[in-house]
């Protein structure tokens, strides 16, 4: 496996909507991206992964693009982008930009001339069918609820989109829309940027048969993504992509692909296959999803966490890699959800933070993860701006007579809106978001959780992801250790090993408010050095690890030697 920068990179996920607002407007823009630049440096992340700016009606919050080659007005200029580009760039600074190609805004100008006729050339760009009987061409559910197909009535035809009717698919089979596409960014590229998060990539390429879905119980519509998730040409397309336009530039890329297993990601990632370099899995977001999918509240537990991460980290042990992530644009905040955002919350989020970052993969942060930043519970629906919310909420009130009250709960565990609440940045008002009225409300708990405060307190969760992020840049076990998990069976602990050369990493996270005795075996080694802890007391004697009690939500990370400094092909402790 070949050393690569974005393999030693930190990543920094910014959604500029919600980050900092320069003019007033309520909402966050590129030169308020620009202003917090140095904030980033002093973090010490090497990468800035920007979800999209482009110019789009906004439908869902720019993930709807009209056109590829020109910034949102809200956020700016393009001249204000070169901006950006070049003053990240001063800091050594990479910026990776949000590649949305699976559909357009149906008010891109492709899509304008697709819907006017049937014979139009750029009919062909997305995918029409005629309706079944006076239904739909299939029963697949759309990503936002409702029927994944819109009904044209000039045309007498449907377009799909797997998420909103204002996201229509295009129709990767036509040559010439992947020609426009790899020309698209090839123009970003040549720009300068670095690389490119790549939006549902792997639903690119669809089931030519278009059949139905499976109506699962408590559901209206079938199942489709078995007919759009890793079709039957995605590598063929990947493949091309590569060769036409990535393999000709330095970059990182990364593909967000629900519903992908490690053994496809192995595709997807093998270096020997040259598609792209790392993807987006989805399983551990969905540990504690059931019946209603995301919206389910069951809970979940350690183990199977454990399970889903350890399993991801043995599949891309030799090919491929992994990304690490709690937290995104479409997630609940990581401290709310696996730890607590009560009594715990810097001590719990310093050992998520720690669990994810030591494991093996390029690690992602989520604006407000290094501070934090909790779940909000707004009390009523019209606080909300989340599409995928609104839609679930209407659906399930209306449609299925849920009570208000368990949807709004739902809402509050895993709304989208949970992490676009404005960043916090002290605790003036709106939390120094925005001198205007934001777009969307700061969460209450500004006031003591914001960068101002964590930026005075040596003792913050962003001082401790500092850390983190030192630790990976002068240690290579941390990138490119081989990771072997350990107390497999336990609700509590998640405990893995990274070896590397002579060295060994110890990694403990108590997952729990309560002590938790830890057992490791008979150790044989030279003791353990601690090279990272959220703990609040001493360790009595490091040196000794065959038995240790764990703090509440404790995180500690020591550095072992091997027994005579051999290398060694058998997981080096035998914990039990």
């Known amino acids: 496996m070949t050393k690569q920068w974005w393999k030693e990179s930190v990543v920094y996920q910014i959604y500029p909507r919600s980050f900092n607002d320069s003019n007033g407007d309520g909402i966050g823009d590129i030169p308020g991206i620009i202003e917090k630049l140095d904030y980033l440096a002093e973090l010490g992340i090497d990468v800035i ?8 009606p906004n439908d869902d919050n720019g993930y709807d693009i009209r056109d590829y080659q020109a910034i949102m007005d809200e956020f700016g200029t393009m001249e204000d982008f070169d901006q950006l580009l070049n003053e990240a760039h001063q800091r050594n600074l990479k910026i990776v930009m949000d590649l949305v190609v699976n559909h357009t805004s149906d008010e891109h100008a492709w899509f304008v001339e697709s819907k006017s006729s049937k014979d139009n050339p750029k009919r062909d760009y997305y995918i029409w069918k005629e309706g079944k009987n006076g239904q739909p061409p299939t029963n697949w559910e759309s990503a936002f609820s409702g029927s994944t197909w819109q009904y044209d009535e000039a ?17 990767w089979e036509n040559q010439n829309v992947r020609k426009d596409v790899y020309d698209m960014m090839k123009w970003w590229l040549d720009k300068g940027i670095d690389g490119f998060r790549m939006d549902v990539i792997n639903f690119i390429s669809k089931d030519p048969e278009y059949p139905d879905g499976v109506v699962h119980e408590g559901k209206k519509y079938g199942d489709g993504s078995p007919y759009f998730m890793n079709g039957p040409r995605v590598h063929d397309y990947l493949h091309e992509m590569n060769r036409e336009v990535l393999s000709n530039y330095d970059v990182m890329t990364v593909g967000e692909m629900p519903g992908v297993t490690p053994e496809e990601g192995k595709l997807y990632t093998a270096e020997r296959r040259k598609e792209l370099q790392m993807v987006f899995h989805f399983e551990h977001m969905d540990v504690d999803g059931g019946e209603l999918g995301k919206w389910s509240l069951n809970g979940w537990k350690l183990a199977d966490l454990k399970r889903i991460l350890s399993k991801w980290q043995y599949e891309l042990e030799e090919e491929g890699w992994n990304s690490l992530y709690w937290n995104n644009h479409d997630q609940p ?12 919350r810097k001590k719990s989020a310093k050992m998520l933070g720690t669990c994810l970052h030591m494991m093996k993969g390029t690690p992602y942060i989520y604006q407000g993860e290094e501070l934090g930043m909790t779940n909000v519970a707004f009390e009523t629906i019209d606080r909300y701006e989340d599409l995928e919310s609104l ?33 916090q940045w002290s605790a003036e008002e709106n939390g120094g978001f925005t001198t205007g009225t934001p777009w969307l409300g700061v969460n209450p708990n500004y006031k003591s959780i914001n960068a101002e405060e964590a930026l005075a307190d040596p003792d913050s969760v962003f001082h401790y992801y500092q850390k983190l992020i030192q630790l990976r840049k002068s240690k290579e076990t941390v990138v490119y250790g081989r990771f072997d998990l350990l107390l497999e069976d336990s609700e509590e602990v998640f405990a893995y090993t990274r070896t590397y050369g002579n060295e060994v990493l110890l990694v403990l996270c108590n997952f729990t408010g309560d002590e938790q005795e830890v057992h490791l075996g008979d150790i044989h080694q030279e003791g353990g050095e601690v090279i990272l802890t959220n703990r609040e007391g001493t360790i009595k004697d490091p040196s000794s690890l065959a038995r240790m009690t764990l703090e509440p939500y404790e995180a500690t990370v020591f550095s072992l030697r091997k027994n005579g400094g051999q290398e060694s092909s058998t997981p080096v402790l035998p914990f039990t």
């Not at 992964?49 to 789009?56: A, E, F, G, I, Q």
């Not at 905040?333 to 715990?344: E, L």
């Not at 209306?398 to 989208?416: P, T, Y």
């Open 49 to 56: 992964w920007l979800s999209p700016v482009y110019d789009s």
């Open 155 to 171: 045309t007498e035809e449907y377009f799909l989109h797997i998420f909103s009717k204002k996201q229509p698919d295009l129709n």
């Open 333 to 344: 905040r990581v401290v709310s959800r696996f730890g607590n955002d009560k009594a715990y």
């Open 391 to 423: 839609n679930m909420y209407e659906e399930r009130v209306n449609d299925f007579g849920d009570s208000i009250e368990e949807v709004m709960e739902r809402i509050h565990h895993k709304g989208r809106d949970n992490a676009r609440t404005p960043m």
